[in-house]
């Protein structure tokens, strides 16, 4: 698996890059990179947005779409190729860790990803897409079809992405730092 942490955001509403907040003393990038490590990636890159400045990480990628949010890192990152599945993180959710994607990973198989159903939605900024995701995500991009949301629905409705039901352990984890902490 290649892990990507998408720190790409315009983190209007926090003020300031989401990428550079702490979690216990460490930048949230570096968090989230940790994270993939231990989850079992093989590799892992960090994708920004064109524009910002790069992170002190030896593989930080650009989206080569600008102004299309979070499907464009996941494009950039399908793009990298030579792994079977990908495994996404935003930078700004802290609550997921290694075991999450332990738990999602067991209901990948070949040219299958999967995707946790909260709620309310799927969470396809914590969720594992398969290699062959690509020609439907760059289709959506120049098609001006944003939703990552819509994403993952189209990817199950192809088989290529399983839909799974949150466990009660999990509830709270999938949520997103958008405002500062007073």
Known sequence: MLGVVLAG???????????????????????????????????VVLVRRRGQDPVAYDDCHFDVFTGCGP??????????????????????????????????????????????????????????????ALPEAALRLERGDLSVQELALALAAEGRMSIVALPAGYVGRMESLNLPRA
């Not at 003020?15 to 968090?31: I, N, T, V």
């Not at 495994?87 to 299958?112: S, Y």
């Open 71 to 132: 499907l464009a890192g996941i494009h950039a990152a399908l793009e990298i190729g030579g792994h079977p599945h990908v495994g996404v993180l935003a930078v700004d959710m802290p609550g997921i860790d290694a075991a999450w994607f332990g738990w999602l990973g067991g209901f990948c198989k070949a040219g299958v990803g999967a995707v946790a159903r909260g709620d309310r939605a799927l969470e396809p900024l914590a969720a594992i897409y398969p290699a062959e």
């Open 9 to 43: 955001g315009e983190s209007r509403r926090m003020g300031r890059d989401k990428a550079f907040l702490e979690a216990d003393g460490e930048p949230l990038w570096k968090r989230q990179v940790g994270v993939l490590r231990d989850a079992g990636a093989a590799r």
